[in-house]
């Protein structure tokens, strides 16, 4: 029997060589490539078929929902694991409404991991019992963390701008123009209703974004 193929993208490169380290315990998982770079992970994806990418939401350059989309575009049977440090409520909501197949916190055991790989490589999915419990009612209640009226592009940038970065700096990282951060700044203090950095930066504490 063929072992499946995963991808593993992170930033770190300790963390990629950890959760590495983590799926040697199971000989029918191989690692084909261990990445920070969009480009590299997509390129492969296009090339060889894969059965499951590992996916940091938060990457330099660009976001991990950015990516699940272009994944799926190349192959919608690749599945998808999103890790996030930040928020589990907030993200892992909003890998359930991406089309991601599973959601793991990097606060919770590294064990985690390993479990939602096995689930995702069997065909299940794999997310907090939490987020699944508060998307199953009808209604989520006004104000709750689920609720972030923000983009996933105005997260990140949100991030970026509370963590103290200019709009050109954002700008250079991002690969857009300095009016597009801007109006992205604009519409982020509009919909939060927000005047100050100050302010953004308790904003984004609050909801556990930095």
Same mark, same amino acid.
């Given at each position: 029997?063929?072992?499946?193929?995963?991808?593993?993208?992170?930033?770190?490169?300790?963390?990629?060589?950890?959760?590495?380290?983590?799926?040697?315990?199971?000989?029918?998982?191989?690692?084909?490539?261990?990445?920070?770079?969009?480009?590299?992970?997509?390129?492969?994806?296009?090339?060889?078929?894969?059965? @499951?990418?590992?996916?940091?939401?938060?990457?330099?350059?660009?976001?991990?929902?950015?990516?699940?989309?272009?994944?799926?575009?190349?192959?919608?049977?690749?599945?998808?694991?999103? /890790?996030?440090?930040?928020?589990?409520?907030?993200?892992?909501?909003?890998?359930?409404?991406?089309?991601?197949?599973?959601?793991?916190?990097?606060?919770?055991?590294?064990?985690?991991?390993?479990?939602?790989?096995?689930? @995702?490589?069997?065909?299940?999915?794999?997310?907090?019992?939490?987020? /699944?419990?508060?998307?199953?009612?009808?209604?989520?209640?006004?104000?709750?963390?689920?609720?972030?009226?923000?983009?996933?592009?105005?997260?990140?940038?949100?991030?970026?701008?509370?963590?103290?970065?200019?709009?050109?700096?954002?700008?250079?990282?991002?690969?857009?123009?300095?009016?597009?951060?801007?109006?992205?700044?604009?519409?982020?203090?509009?919909? @939060?209703?927000?005047?100050?950095?100050?302010?953004?930066?308790?904003?984004?504490?609050?909801?556990?974004?930095?």
């Amino acid at each position: 029997m063929k072992p499946s193929s995963v991808i593993i993208m992170d930033e770190q490169p300790i963390v990629r060589m950890s959760i590495e380290i983590l799926l040697q315990k199971n000989k029918n998982i191989q690692v084909v490539l261990k990445s920070g770079n969009g480009r590299e992970v997509l390129e492969h994806v296009r090339k060889h078929p894969t059965d @499951l990418v590992i996916l940091d939401v938060e990457l330099p350059g660009t976001d991990g929902f950015s990516l699940l989309k272009r994944i799926n575009e190349i192959n919608r049977r690749t599945k998808v694991l999103f /890790l996030s440090s930040k928020s589990e409520n907030f993200y892992a909501g909003r890998a359930i409404r991406a089309g991601a197949n599973g959601f793991v916190s990097k606060r919770k055991d590294q064990n985690d991991i390993y479990k939602a790989v096995e689930m @995702l490589l069997s065909g299940y999915s794999f997310f907090p019992a939490d987020t /699944l419990s508060a998307l199953s009612r009808s209604h989520i209640r006004r104000g709750s963390k689920t609720e972030l009226p923000l983009s996933n592009r105005e997260v990140m940038v949100l991030r970026y701008l509370a963590n103290g970065l200019t709009n050109k700096e954002i700008a250079d990282k991002l690969l857009l123009s300095n009016k597009t951060i801007s109006a992205h700044k604009s519409n982020i203090f509009s919909k @939060l209703g927000v005047r100050t950095i100050v302010e953004l930066i308790d904003y984004a504490k609050a909801h556990e974004l930095l």
